[in-house]
């Protein structure tokens, strides 16, 4: 009869127990909002109006900006002088930030001597830019066909940027669409860059760990 008072009251402590545990889930805070986090940081901010407009496209002078601000890359060593542009002059609104992306190779410019700032981006062109700010892990080849291998449509992501995008995928900058689906080729939404940088923000507090076993030295 003690036995079995014992194993009735030890099944009531795990239900409580469990029941507690699905209690705090239910209790949870909100899931995190990505344009919160990076307004609050400063990294990026609302128009005017007071809206967002997370659906507008990002020019590459805006994400020039951005990438400024969130990677602080005024405060690294610049890899090369000031760079002449025609169509960015000392006048233009972004022409600080450019010249630090610039400078610090994380944005190439185009043949010459031209950044056009307005253009539009892809996802792929985009996400490859912010995991070369953050830092391009040097994965295998065999890691980066296994990273991209789930994606549906990790085809369409042009070659010269599978290893970065590899770097964006793995550590969470990239926001799926339905199905997995990556959308490389999509445009670059400011909600796009707004996911990535509140990843970005907590990745400075909890890294991901490498895939892989770096070799000896």
């Known amino acids: 009869m003690k036995k079995e008072r014992f194993l009735s009251a030890l099944s009531l402590t795990l239900l409580l127990t469990s029941l507690s545990a699905?209690?705090?889930v239910q209790r949870s805070p909100d899931p995190i909002d990505p344009i919160a986090e990076v307004t609050a940081?400063?990294?990026?901010t609302a128009y005017p109006d007071g809206n967002f407009r997370s659906e507008a496209v990002l020019?590459?002078?805006?994400?020039?900006?951005?990438?400024?601000?969130?990677?602080r890359l005024e405060q690294r060593q610049p890899q090369q002088p000031e760079i002449q542009?025609?169509?960015?002059?000392?006048?233009?609104?972004?022409?600080?930030?450019?010249?630090?992306?610039?400078?610090?190779g994380i944005m190439t410019?185009?043949?010459q001597g031209r950044f056009f700032p307005e253009q539009r981006m892809t996802r792929a062109e985009a996400f490859s830019i912010i995991a070369q700010a953050y830092g391009v892990?040097?994965?295998p080849e065999a890691s980066i066909a296994e990273i991209l291998e789930p994606y549906p449509d990790a085809t369409d992501i042009p070659a010269w940027a599978k290893k970065s995008m590899a770097t964006a995928l793995y550590e969470g900058f990239v926001n799926l669409q339905p199905d997995?689906?990556?959308?490389?080729?999509?445009?670059?939404?400011?909600g796009d860059a707004?996911?990535?940088l509140s990843v970005y923000l907590r990745r400075q507090q909890a890294p991901a760990e490498l895939p892989w076993q770096p070799a000896a030295l």
């Not at 020019?59 to 990677?71: D, H």
């Open 180 to 190: 997995r689906q990556i959308v490389p080729l999509a445009p670059m939404t400011r």
């Open 59 to 71: 020019s590459r002078a805006e994400l020039a900006t951005i990438l400024v601000k969130a990677f």
């Open 137 to 139: 892990f040097q994965f």
């Open 22 to 24: 699905v209690a705090q």
């Open 109 to 111: 410019g185009y043949r």
């Open 194 to 196: 707004a996911h990535a």
């Open 41 to 44: 940081a400063g990294w990026m």
């Open 85 to 104: 542009l025609q169509d960015v002059p000392a006048s233009h609104w972004a022409y600080a930030d450019i010249q630090a992306v610039l400078r610090n």
